[in-house]
């Protein structure tokens, strides 16, 4: 089969690997109908993550259909379509039961496994551990183009930066940065009654499609930002403020724009340190979120997106072909000259 290998920082490339194949009598082998890159995905071709080594096959979202079954698995058929989501999940052990599977024990410690500990999602098939824990079924009726941003993107803006959050019916929302994890958590704020969201972000693109997604303002970075979005919420600060980029910087002004009593979600992945400003922020009785997603909120989703109240779709901007992952990594890497969001990477 064909797939994207990591061949050390800046080295990637599409090239024929051995096919997928059940090791486990849990897996299941599925395959990719659609995939999808990721921010960190980037960060990986960097060299910034260690732990993924050469000859790794990248990715970690997939919709697609399952093409050979463990003897173990109970809940998953042979033609079955599914959601492969970017955390695996035994099921059993101490953080899975308490609805922690980001840190899964059984597979590593860290829920994140495709493309990083194991083979990925970027390719024509892949092998599936712990399929009955981990997978999800497409209900009938939504679009592999919908379900594929379920995998990653849609549950970490809603659980790390919403859910974290603490949004609560009336609040008033700050999301700097309005990229594809920013706009998930602008899309799913409205579950939660939120009365005013704020986007916050440097692109015209990125903050017109945060208007399309539900934001009641928008707000262009500059010198006068964080006056700017306090003015909206009657010189008060806002109730929560999700940082949705990974720099100090962006961080720091989030942390600006929360009232006393408010909560700061970060959802961002900082690769450096950040020196917050704890001798102002300790007297404002505010509270400091972040983690990895754990994906848990995915059959939620699915319903809303299944119901019409989530439209997922309009995450995908560009679409691509496998043997245009090359243009498909360049679009996604330089999103802002060619005002993308997320791509969507097709068979054919």
């Not at 560009?318 to 043997?323: A, E, L, R």
Request: aromatic share 6%; net charge negative.
């Amino acid at each position: 089969m064909k797939a994207l290998v990591y061949h050390g920082p800046g080295q990637k490339s599409w090239e024929d690997v051995p096919d997928a194949e059940v090791q486990e009598p849990t897996d299941v082998v599925v395959r990719v109908d659609t995939t999808t890159i990721c921010g960190t995905d980037l960060h990986i071709l960097q060299g910034d993550v260690a732990a993924v080594t050469d000859g790794r096959i990248l990715g970690h979202e997939a919709v697609g259909t399952v093409t050979a079954v463990g003897d173990a698995v109970k809940g998953f058929g042979v033609g079955d379509r599914v959601l492969v989501p970017a955390i695996t999940k035994c099921g059993r052990c101490e953080y899975c039961q308490r609805g922690m599977p980001s840190h899964c024990q059984t597979v590593g410690g860290i829920g994140w496994i495709f493309g990083h500990l194991i083979d990925g999602t970027q390719a024509e098939s892949v092998r599936v551990p712990y399929a009955d824990t981990s997978l999800y079924a497409v209900p009938e009726g939504v679009t592999n183009e919908q379900a594929i941003f379920l995998a990653d993107s849609l549950p970490t803006g809603y659980e790390v930066g919403v859910l974290a959050g603490n949004v609560r019916p009336g609040n008033t929302v700050a999301v700097v940065g309005a990229g594809a994890v920013g706009l998930s958590a602008i899309l799913t704020t409205g579950l939660w009654g939120a009365s005013k969201v704020i986007a916050v972000d440097s692109n015209k693109f990125r903050l017109a499609k945060a208007l399309e997604f539900g934001a009641t303002d928008a707000v262009e970075v500059g010198p006068g930002t964080v006056a700017d979005v306090i003015a909206l919420t009657d010189g008060l600060g806002v109730d929560v403020s999700i940082e949705a980029v990974g720099y100090p910087e962006t961080l720091l002004t989030a942390a600006s724009l929360v009232r006393p009593g408010g909560t700061i979600a970060n959802i961002g992945v900082h690769g450096t340190p950040v020196e917050l400003p704890m001798q102002d922020m300790w007297i404002q009785n505010v509270t400091l979120t972040m983690g990895l997603v754990d994906t848990v909120s995915i059959p939620t989703l699915l319903k809303m997106v299944a119901g019409g109240r989530i439209p997922a779709e309009k995450m995908g901007t560009h679409s691509f072909t496998f043997d245009q992952m090359d243009e498909a990594y360049d679009v996604f890497k330089n999103a802002a000259a060619h005002e993308a969001l997320k791509v969507v990477i097709t068979p054919a």
